[in-house]
């Protein structure tokens, strides 16, 4: 039964088109080995790029010599089963031939542009320029994600699609490419960002350009997400005559459907202005010392819709973005990250305030969270019981200034008790002479009697 079966000249055919895909890629794989081997001593090297091509080309040219093989080896054999229904079982030959380079041209591509990404990515940290740190590797991903859906457009020709089905194909295509191409946006500025503020001397809170730089960029990145997405989805829906006619017939019978949405949204659209507001014209930043109303802190993030405050016990307190534009804020590092403190002290008016400026300047020369500017020792209030003496000092943060400012009242104190005991503050209490014998009749009821 067997030799009958391979005496039929249509299983000799196909065995001799299977015996030629094999030997053909016998060969490829031979030659392929052969060029890639290391070139021998003396001899002249070859070129990365050809290596490269090669490794990208391999695959795929085997996979196109064995599909081949195989579909004309089965063509051989349905052709000679079916001769009678070979008409309507034929149809169906140019899907099947054009499936094959479909499907190793996509391999190819996606192969090459990995090729071409990794390169770009070496390149890129050979260079010393941080732009090529940027742009190159966005470069590779573009090719890796646009090129295979480009080659999409042209590839879905070899099959016989019917018009209709081949119009649906390059809008889904396009949708593809559309939001692809959205999500090559959104992670070049994420990208850019990390690399703009990846630099550790921007972080520190001393530095007055560095975090306004920080403010601007996170800021305009979270603007331009949000941008980007609502114009993708709008290119998206754009595409369709469906859709687009469902909204144009929303828009012109649902008008008050229309005001109401835009009074719902009108906070939100309030919330992404200011935000706007805030990264261009910057009265907060991050890294700020501020206070509002009955609160105080530090600006830890600036989001489209809050901000996050970092309070003295560590807490957080989220303030809606819009509360910046529409209320007054003291900002005590908007022109420099510097901070004023002052230590108030009561003291008796026999007190010598000399020493006790010598003392107070010693202690503050003498610690690491002086920012070598601004030092005073000043009596600034004089009262029936007591004076005021002002110790003003300068801290190059808020919280280096509060440590400071406590350190300098306790031993400010300490040196009163221990030096001048006397010249703590007193309550004084003086009686009132006796001036008429009215007064002094009453006096004497109100004493008591030394007798008793």
Same mark, same amino acid.
Request: net charge positive; proline share 5%; glycine share 8%.
């Given at each position: ?176 490419? *559309? $939001? #692809?191409? /959205? ?6 500025? %994420?990208?850019?960002? !990390?690399?703009? +503020? @990846? ?50 017939? *929303? $828009? #012109?019978? /649902? ?6 949405? %835009?009074?719902?949204? !009108?906070?939100? +659209? @309030? ?182």
């Amino acid at each position: 039964m067997l030799s009958g079966f391979f005496a039929d000249s249509a299983v000799q055919a196909a065995l001799l088109l299977l015996g030629v895909t094999f030997l053909a890629d016998w060969l490829l794989r031979r030659l392929m080995k052969q060029w890639l081997k290391e070139p021998a001593p003396g001899a002249a090297p070859r070129g990365r790029s050809w290596r490269h091509g090669l490794l990208v080309l391999s695959p795929p040219l085997r996979l196109l010599i064995w599909y081949y093989g195989a579909y004309l080896a089965a063509r051989v054999l349905v052709a000679y089963s079916l001769q009678k229904e070979w008409n309507r079982w034929g149809s169906w030959v140019p899907n099947v031939a054009g499936a094959g380079v479909f499907f190793a041209s996509l391999w190819m591509l996606h192969r090459s542009a990995r090729v071409v990404d990794a390169r770009l990515r070496t390149v890129a940290t050979t260079t010393p320029g941080a732009f090529d740190d940027i742009f190159l590797p966005l470069l590779g991903l573009a090719f890796r994600i646009v090129l295979p859906v480009v080659a999409l457009f042209f590839l879905v020709h070899l099959w016989p699609f019917s018009p209709g089905t081949l119009a649906l194909l390059h809008k889904l295509i396009a949708v593809a490419l *559309i $939001l #692809a191409l /959205a999500w090559l946006i959104v992670r070049a500025s %994420g990208v850019v960002e !990390q690399v703009v +503020l @990846g630099r550790k001397e921007l972080k520190s809170v001393t530095n007055y350009e560095g975090r306004a730089l920080v403010t601007r960029v996170s800021l305009l990145r979270k603007i331009a997400m949000v941008f980007v997405g609502v114009f993708a989805l709008a290119a998206v829906l754009m595409l369709f005559d469906e859709v687009r006619d469902v909204g144009r017939s *929303i $828009l #012109a019978s /649902a008008g008050v459907a229309g005001i109401i949405l %835009g009074l719902a949204a !009108q906070r939100s +659209l @309030g919330g992404l202005f200011a935000g706007l507001q805030i990264a261009l014209t910057q009265p907060v930043r991050i890294g700020d010392q501020i206070k509002m109303e009955d609160e105080a802190g530090a600006v830890e993030e600036i989001t489209l819709t809050y901000v996050v405050v970092r309070r003295w016990d560590r807490s957080c307190l989220i303030v809606p973005i819009t509360h910046f534009i529409e209320n007054p804020v003291v900002n005590y590092t908007r022109g420099s990250s510097a901070v004023l403190a002052q230590v108030l002290l009561r003291a008796d008016f026999s007190l010598p305030v000399p020493p006790l400026r010598e003392y107070v300047e010693g202690l503050v020369r003498q610690s690491p969270l002086w920012d070598q500017k601004t030092l005073a020792v000043q009596t600034t209030d004089v009262r029936h019981e007591s004076m005021e003496i002002r110790i003003l000092i300068g801290a190059p943060t808020g919280a280096s200034a509060f440590q400071l400012q406590c350190e300098l009242r306790e031993k400010a104190v300490e040196f009163l008790h221990l030096h001048y005991p006397q010249c703590l503050p007193k309550a004084r209490e003086e009686g009132k002479p006796i001036t008429t014998w009215k007064e002094s009749e009453e006096f004497g009821a109100r004493a008591p009697d030394p007798g008793k």
